[in-house]
């Protein structure tokens, strides 16, 4: 089955940069959407269609595409931001899939 | 305002069934696809089926086909999902989202716990 891969955790120091990335086979011919997910709350979206931003989500959030990868960027990151991000894509069957998880850490 | 809003926790037994309900409000309920995704304890998200209300055309995750089946009642602009033949590995957060190309998972369900347990 189709699978999306993430680091599971990432720790960054407040107002620096932190980058998450997510691979998968077809990503270079399927979108690929981020979600952010604080502890006892239903997923935000925060990046649609590889790098745009929805209405109401920060700035400081981006996302970019290279080939197999998929790159959410948070800059100039704050205590909010800490959580669980999750990429999601589909494959050329229309299966959709999450990819594990990371945990973004703001020491 | 989009609102979906999911029906209460439920606790069932091994080899029952669940059926979790979904109601949206503030928009028009056809013109996107309703997702069904569920979260074990401390896991990821795993999505698990959606339906396009339009058509009344549903795709299942291959590790739930024969136990899963969504289904939609447009005059009431509700989606449901009902799991059987549950485990205790069903145990899970179950969440309904309003899905498109364009937007992704703009709008989720507050989510239903569904508990297995003998």
């Known amino acids: 089955s189709y699978e999306l891969t993430q680091p599971p955790s990432v720790s960054v120091s407040p107002g620096q940069t932190a980058r998450i990335t997510c691979s998968g086979d077809a990503l270079p011919k399927q979108y690929a959407y981020w979600y952010q997910q604080r502890p006892g709350q239903a997923p935000v979206l925060v990046i649609c269609k590889d790098s745009e931003r929805p209405s109401g989500i920060p700035e400081r959030f981006s996302g970019s595409s290279s080939g197999t990868t998929v790159t959410l960027t948070i800059s100039g990151v704050q205590a909010e931001d800490e959580g669980d991000y999750y990429c999601?894509?589909?494959?050329?069957?229309?299966?959709?899939?999450f990819g594990s998880g990371t945990k973004v850490t703001v020491l | 305002q989009v609102q979906l809003v999911q029906s209460g926790a439920e606790v069932k037994k091994p080899g029952s069934s669940v059926k979790v309900s979904c109601k949206a409000s503030?928009?028009?309920?056809?013109?996107?696809?309703i997702h069904w995704v569920r979260q074990a304890p401390g896991q990821g998200l795993e999505w698990i089926g959606r339906i396009i209300p339009m058509f009344d055309i549903s795709r299942y995750a291959q590790s739930f086909q024969g136990r899963l089946t969504i289904t939609t009642d447009k005059s009431t602009s509700s989606a449901y999902m009902e799991l059987t033949n549950l485990r205790s590995d069903d145990t899970a957060v179950y969440y309904c989202?309003?899905?498109?190309?364009?937007?992704?998972?703009?709008?989720w369900g507050q989510g239903t716990l569904v508990t297995v347990s003998s």
């Open positions: 999601q894509s589909a494959d050329s069957s229309g299966t959709y899939v």
């Open positions: 989202a309003r899905y498109s190309e364009v937007t992704g998972h703009d709008y």
């Open positions: 503030g928009g028009t309920f056809s013109t996107h696809a």
